[in-house]
């Protein structure tokens, strides 16, 4: 057994996930390098002082329910029309600046509808699904001129 060279954390806003993930983790023989945590997406903080790399691999309604069990209907717009991942976006911003964000994705539109630009867009595939392996360097405020 090999100490860690990064610390791991890993959520859900499923708490029956996050269970399941240390469960796999102590059998994996992981667990004292990892940290899991339930709840909101939008009200986590980077849970280290120096910037790291998140990845993300949100519903999209193809295998498994954008708006199921999880919680993630509760995400999917809000009032002013914005959707959950444009909220994250700013979110990441505010909070996770100086980091990276590798999100999986079918979605062509996504990094649009975020407002950022992905520095690197890898085509893989997610079984019978094509997707996308979209990197997003974190930088507070926005990225456009200006702004």
């Known amino acids: 057994i090999h100490a860690p060279l990064a610390p791991v954390f890993g959520s859900d806003v499923a708490f029956r996930m996050v269970d399941f993930a240390r469960r796999n ?10 940290q899991f945590r339930g709840g909101d997406a939008l009200q986590r903080n980077a849970p280290i002082e120096q910037p790291g790399w998140m990845v993300l691999n949100p519903p999209y309604g193809e295998r498994i329910e954008a708006a199921g069990v999880a919680g993630a209907r509760q995400h999917a717009q809000v009032a002013d029309g914005q959707d959950f991942m444009a909220r994250l976006a700013t979110h ?3 909070h996770f600046a100086g980091w990276q964000a590798w999100v999986l994705s079918p979605d062509l539109e996504l990094p649009g509808r975020m407002r950022m630009k992905a520095s690197r ?11 996308r392996l979209l990197r997003f360097e974190l930088v507070a405020g926005s990225n456009r001129r200006g702004a």
């Open 25 to 34: 983790a102590e059998r994996a023989g992981v667990a004292q390098a990892t």
């Open 121 to 131: 867009r890898t085509p893989v595939w997610n079984g019978p699904i094509e997707c």
């Open 92 to 94: 990441w911003k505010q």
